[in-house]
């Protein structure tokens, strides 16, 4: 079940349906609402305004809620709903799952007809009243009832040019066959196309716990928004009997709509058309709306839920997965360019997701693999589990390949929604500023006390980050990879940022390999779309090792340093406890681009940890001199004085002041101009 909250779908759990009143959860939350829910139906929350994670605070007057979203409250109206069907078959023909929606929002005043009365074209099937008028609303060709599900008293809403379960009245397959008519003609052909795969396939497909093509961008899009292309276009095989199965759309919806009001281009491979698989047809489809999202500077969204390579049209397949990896290089940098994993994602097709920004998977749902578990069986002799070998845990935890695992689709695709609300359309676009309402001079005095005073004592650096973003509000990416080093999404005084920080908690907050790629490739990102960068420091140096060395942490390592010199976007960096070594240096110092350095007082700022440096200085002093040294070096060099001394840090700031020192930082830095040197490309080490 699904409730829209604005132009989000937020996920709902019935707990309890008592006469008018039900219990509901919207993302975990408990609220109560006097609606009238049908089985399977739906229960529309209009919003002024963006939503997520909508949390009740109290309930008003009547169906009016305030609900919490985001530190902001919205007034809520619940809009009855009720979906509710007159089900209905055309005489001599078997039952399909067409359906006819209400012209308008109204009520059912009047069902004059029965259950299994006959009707003819034109014969008046219920009366509706909407505006204090009553209207007659007739059946369009011959067709026998076959049950009726509303009742009189009903209230109905309506949406004539957009077909929602919401304002269904009837299902019925008494389409108009008026052959000569082209406007009939035309809508049994687009009816046919919008089915994709056929009523049997989206049962199958619904039964798996999917959601279809359309439906997902229905989901995705603000209501009502969606333009299709090439709906009407088909495959040209003729192989294994195929040019006598020709399915319209052939499998790929695509097009363009608006999300948060902004212009995006989609496609979504419809499962339910061989298996989702990727034709020499529908690749043109998805190139043409990769070249529309290119020309026309905006974000690009690939829904994948596909079988790979159409086997039957041999390589005339694989070249349209050139043609569509052609175009994802061609926009990278230029446009965001997101892939959602909904389903299998295998072989070559992994690489258009991989190409791309962002990848999202849903938990047990999707799995993205080279090559499959029965491939590996045969060539490798070795057993392992879809999941184990590509499922959403593995990539997110391990592989890194993908940078959100989202428990369901709905999840997955508002939380698309909002990873786009912090990036610009291209990049030549500045990021769209919110309103902010969190006090930009904000002083939060635990900021004070959360580094501990002994250095190696851990604490969570998200803590500090969470205190100092506009409504403490960090959209996280890649949470359950390389934890030792923290990237995602916030605002401060209403404007998008990146940040990439260390992590104390977890490893020490230590670099390795996996959290260089992890912070490379998002600093690359901000500055390829205009995000300022802010980096929270407290690093104690490269992993050490047999491993780290010998997988090459020299040149993964490399990689940060590259990303964050290469940047000209906003750099700021905040030092909270240690900054050591070649770590101090890559983590955005001042010498290698940084716009503005800040340390706390806490802050060490040193060539390495004392107890290392005295090893080496006094190996062979006794204990007591080493004492006295250790003590004499953590007064000389652990502390940020000597770095502040030598301009290496521009300001040391009272932690509290955090929030307040970095946005007038970042205002100062609003119109930095800089430009590196003109080159092909850089050759970043890999
Ligand atoms: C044509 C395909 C297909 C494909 C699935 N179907 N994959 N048709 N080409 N690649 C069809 C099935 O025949 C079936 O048709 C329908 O889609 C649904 O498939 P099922 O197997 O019934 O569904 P399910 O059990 O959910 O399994 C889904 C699946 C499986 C895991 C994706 O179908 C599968 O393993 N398919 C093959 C995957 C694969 O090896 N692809 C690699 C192709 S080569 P009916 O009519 O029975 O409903 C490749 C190289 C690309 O991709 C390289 C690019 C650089």
């Given amino acids: 079940m699904e409730i829209h909250i604005g132009n989000r779908v937020a996920e709902v759990e019935l707990v309890s349906k008592e006469d008018n009143k039900v219990v509901l959860t919207i993302d975990g939350k408990t609220f109560e609402a006097d609606v009238v829910m049908a089985e399977n139906g739906t229960c529309n929350i209009l919003m002024d305004g963006r939503s997520s994670n909508a949390q009740l605070i109290r309930r008003e007057n009547g169906k009016n809620y305030k609900v919490n979203t985001h530190y902001s409250s919205f007034n809520v109206e619940i809009v009855d709903s009720q979906a509710k069907y007159l089900r209905m078959r055309k005489k001599g023909e078997e039952e399909q799952n067409d359906c006819i929606t209400s012209p308008m929002p109204g009520k059912v005043v009047k069902i004059p007809v029965t259950v299994g009365q006959e009707m003819k074209a034109g014969d008046t099937a219920i009366v509706i009243e909407a505006m204090k008028m009553q209207s007659n609303y007739k059946v369009s060709s011959d067709c026998r009832i076959k049950e009726i599900l509303v009742q009189e008293g009903d209230n109905i809403t309506g ?144 829904l994948n839920d596909s079988g790979g390579a159409r086997i039957q049209e041999g390589i005339e397949s694989l070249s349209g997965y050139a043609d569509i990896f052609y175009q994802n290089t061609m926009a990278s940098g230029v446009i965001p360019q997101i892939s ?246 890559v983590m955005n110092s001042k010498q290698t681009g940084a716009d503005v350095n800040f340390a706390y007082p806490s802050a060490e700022i040193a060539v390495m940890g004392a107890d290392g440096a005295i090893n080496i200085l006094f190996r062979k002093a006794d204990a007591e001199t080493k004492a006295k040294e250790l003590e004499a070096y953590k007064e000389k060099f652990a502390t940020p004085y000597q770095a502040a001394e030598l301009g290496f840090i521009d300001e040391i700031i009272y932690p509290r002041q955090t929030r307040k020192r970095l946005i007038q930082a970042l205002e100062m830095t609003e119109n930095k101009m800089q430009t590196n040197p003109p080159k092909k490309h850089g050759n970043m080490p890999l």
């Fill in 159 to 302: 949406d004539i040019n957009n077909i929602r379960t919401d304002c269904i009245i009837f299902r019925t397959d008494c389409i108009m066959e008026e052959k000569n008519n082209a406007y009939a003609t035309f809508e049994e052909r687009d009816r046919i196309a919008s089915l994709g795969g056929g009523v049997e396939k989206i049962e199958k497909q619904h039964e798996s716990g999917k959601m279809t093509a359309r439906e997902r961008i229905e989901m995705l899009l603000d209501k009502g928004t969606f333009v299709e292309l090439d709906k009407l276009m088909v495959h040209r095989c003729t192989n294994y009997g195929m040019d006598k199965n020709k399915i319209p759309g052939d499998g790929i919806v695509s097009g363009y709509g608006k999300i948060d009001g902004r212009q995006v281009f989609v496609y979504a491979y419809d499962f339910t058309v061989y298996g989702g698989s990727l034709s020499a047809s529908n690749a043109k489809k998805i190139v043409k709306v990769q070249q529309l999202a290119l020309k026309n500077g905006a974000p690009i969204i690939a």
């Fill in 340 to 585: 959602a994993i909904l389903g299998p994602c295998a072989g070559g097709a992994c690489y258009s997701p991989a190409l791309t920004d962002f990848i999202f998977m849903v938990k047990e749902k999707s799995h993205m693999f080279v090559t499959g578990p029965d491939v590996v069986k045969t060539v490798i002799h070795e057993e392992v589990s879809k999941e184990e070998l590509g499922g959403a845990m593995t990539h997110s935890s391990k592989s890194g390949v993908t940078h959100f695992m989202c428990n369901t689709e709905e999840e997955l695709l508002m939380s698309i929604r909002e990873l786009l609300s912090f990036l610009p359309q291209n990049n030549m676009d500045e990021t769209k500023k919110q309103n902010c309402t969190d006090e930009v001079n904000r002083e939060d005095a635990t900021l004070d006390t959360i580094v501990p005073a002994d250095p190696n004592v851990p604490y969570d650096m998200k803590d500090i980050i969470e205190r100092v973003v506009d409504d403490s509000y960090f959209f996280e990416v890649m949470p359950n990879f390389a934890k030792n080093i923290i990237i995602g999404f916030a605002r401060l005084a209403g404007r998008s940022v990146g940040i990439v920080a260390n992590q104390p908690a977890y490893l020490a907050g230590v670099l390795d390999i996996d959290a260089s790629d992890k912070a490379s490739r998002f600093i690359r990102f901000c500055d390829c779309f205009n995000i300022p960068l802010i980096t929270f420091e407290d690093v104690p140096g490269f992993l050490p090792g047999y491993t780290q060395e010998n997988n090459g942490i020299i040149r993964h390592g490399a990689k940060i340093v590259y990303a964050f010199a290469e940047a000209t976007v906003p750099k700021l960096t905040v030092i909270t406890r240690k900054a050591y070594g070649g770590a101090y240096i």
